[in-house]
C-alpha cells in the first residue's frame, strides 16, 4: 500500500501558552480520531509531529493511523522557523520513500505548517532554509503554512507555498471548526491521490474560521508591536519553572491619547524542555512593569506573588509572605520589599 504522508510542523513558542497550545493538543487528538473512522485514511495516511520554537524537535515519528498516539505539545522559547523546517527537511529525507523504476514510492507528502508569530530567526540562517526547501522539496511536498490569528509575516510564508491560510483562533468553537478543515483536508487528499496524485484537495474554507491569504495583494504586514509579551519564572518552592503572558491591549486614555499596555492572559508552569527548546542567543529584550497590568500568582506552588525580581542575576521568581527569599535561579538571598515604581524585567522573545 502506497504512504501518503502527513506532517504537521507546529509552533509552540510561547506566544502559545495556555488555551492555544492546549486546543492543538486537543485538535491533534480529534484529527486522529475522526481518521481512524474513514477506510481510505486508514489505509494511506501516516502522520508525523515535529514542534519547533528556538529548536525543533520530532514529538511523533512517521507512523500508521492505528498506532499513532497524539503527543503532549510542549512549549519553548523563541521562534526558529529555519530550525523547524530544517528539522522537517530531515525527517522527510530520512522517512520519504521515493518512487524507482521498480517501484512506487510514497503519495506527494503533505505538511501543514502551524505559527502563530514572526520568526525570531538570524536571518541568515532563514534565508538559507527557505532556499533548501526551495531547492529541494517545494516541487515535491504540498505544504499549507497556517498563520494563527494575524500576527505572521504572510509574505514570509508565501515564500514556502501558495497555499498559505488565515485561521482566526478566537474561541474554542473556532479551533473545532479549524481542525475539522484539517481532517476533510486530509481525508478528501486521501480519497483522490489516485486521480490526483500531485496536489493537494483542500476542504472548502469557510471564510470564517478559515481562509485563503490573498498573496499577490501582498500588503499584510505583521503588527509593529508585539501582541504577545513573555516573562519566565522559577519557582521558589519548587523550583519549577512557569511562563506569564500578556496581551497587548489599545486603549484611549482620558485626554483622548492612544495608549498601549499588556494585560494578563496567565500563568503557566512548563517543564524542561522549555530550556531544551530555547535558542542559543537568549532574549536581551526588557518590558518595565508599568506596562503590565496584572500579576498573577506562582502556578507552581500558589505563592501570592509570581513576578519578584532578584536583583542579583535579573531573572524572576515567585515570593510567599516571608520577608527573606532564595533565588531559585541562583541562590541568592535577600530581603523581599514590595516596591512601588515599576521596573524592566526580561522578556522571553516569543
Ligand atoms: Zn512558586
Ligand atoms: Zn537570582
Given at each position: 500500500m502506497r504512504r501518503l504522508p502527513v506532517y504537521f510542523l507546529i509552533d509552540v513558542s510561547e506566544s502559545m501558552a495556555g488555551d492555544p497550545i492546549e486546543q492543538v493538543q486537543e485538535g491533534m487528538a480529534a484529527i486522529i480520531r475522526e481518521l481512524r473512522k474513514d477506510p481510505y485514511a486508514l489505509e494511506t495516511v501516516w502522520v508525523s509531529v515535529v514542534a519547533f520554537a528556538g529548536q525543533a524537535k520530532t514529538l511523533a515519528t512517521l507512523q500508521e493511523i492505528i498506532s499513532f498516539y497524539p503527543p503532549r505539545f510542549p512549549l519553548g522559547s523563541g521562534t526558529s522557523l529555519s530550525k523547524g523546517l530544517g528539522h522537517l527537511m530531515y525527517e522527510l529525507r530520512k522517512n520519504i520513500v521515493a518512487t524507482t523504476y521498480d517501484e512506487k514510492g510514497d503519495w506527494k507528502p503533505i505538511v501543514f505548517l502551524f505559527t502563530d508569530g514572526v520568526p525570531t530567526d538570524n536571518s541568515s540562517e532563514l534565508r538559507a532554509a527557505i532556499a533548501e526547501w526551495k531547492r529541494n522539496w517545494q516541487r515535491k511536498v504540498n505544504l499549507v503554512a497556517i498563520s494563527f490569528g494575524d500576527n505572521t509575516d504572510s509574505r514570509l510564508l508565501g515564500e514556502l507555498t501558495e497555499n498559505v491560510m488565515l485561521f482566526k483562533d478566537t474561541d474554542s468553537e473556532s479551533y473545532k471548526a479549524f481542525f475539522k478543515w484539517v481532517t476533510a483536508s486530509i481525508q478528501t487528499s486521501s480519497k483522490a491521490v489516485d486521480k490526483n496524485p500531485e496536489g493537494i484537495e483542500l476542504a472548502g474554507a469557510d471564510g470564517e474560521t478559515v481562509s485563503k491569504i490573498d498573496l499577490a495583494k501582498g500588503d499584510r504586514q505583521p503588527p509593529a508591536t508585539d501582541p504577545f509579551i513573555v516573562l519566565l519564572g522559577k519557582c521558589q518552592q519548587t523550583k519549577q519553572a512557569y511562563v506569564i503572558k500578556y496581551k497587548k491591549h489599545v486603549f484611549e486614555d482620558a485626554s483622548g491619547d492612544i495608549g498601549l499596555d499588556y494585560r494578563l492572559v496567565g500563568a503557566y508552569k512548563v517543564d524542561d524542555t522549555y530550556f531544551?527548546?530555547?535558542?542559543?542567543?537568549?532574549?536581551?529584550?526588557?518590558?518595565?512593569?508599568?506596562?503590565?497590568?496584572?500579576?498573577?500568582?506562582?502556578?507552581?506552588?500558589?505563592?501570592?506573588?509570581?513576578?519578584?525580581?532578584?536583583?542579583?542575576?535579573?531573572?524572576i521568581h515567585c515570593v510567599g509572605t516571608e520577608k527573606m527569599n532564595t533565588c531559585p535561579w541562583c541562590g541568592n538571598r535577600a530581603e523581599y520589599s514590595a516596591g512601588g515604581d515599576g521596573f524592566d524585567v526580561n522578556r522571553a522573545k516569543g
Open positions: 531544551e527548546l530555547a535558542d542559543e542567543q537568549g532574549s536581551n529584550l526588557k518590558i518595565s512593569t508599568n506596562k503590565l497590568i496584572g500579576f498573577p500568582p506562582c502556578p507552581c506552588c500558589g505563592n501570592p506573588y509570581g513576578i519578584a525580581f532578584d536583583g542579583s542575576c535579573g531573572k
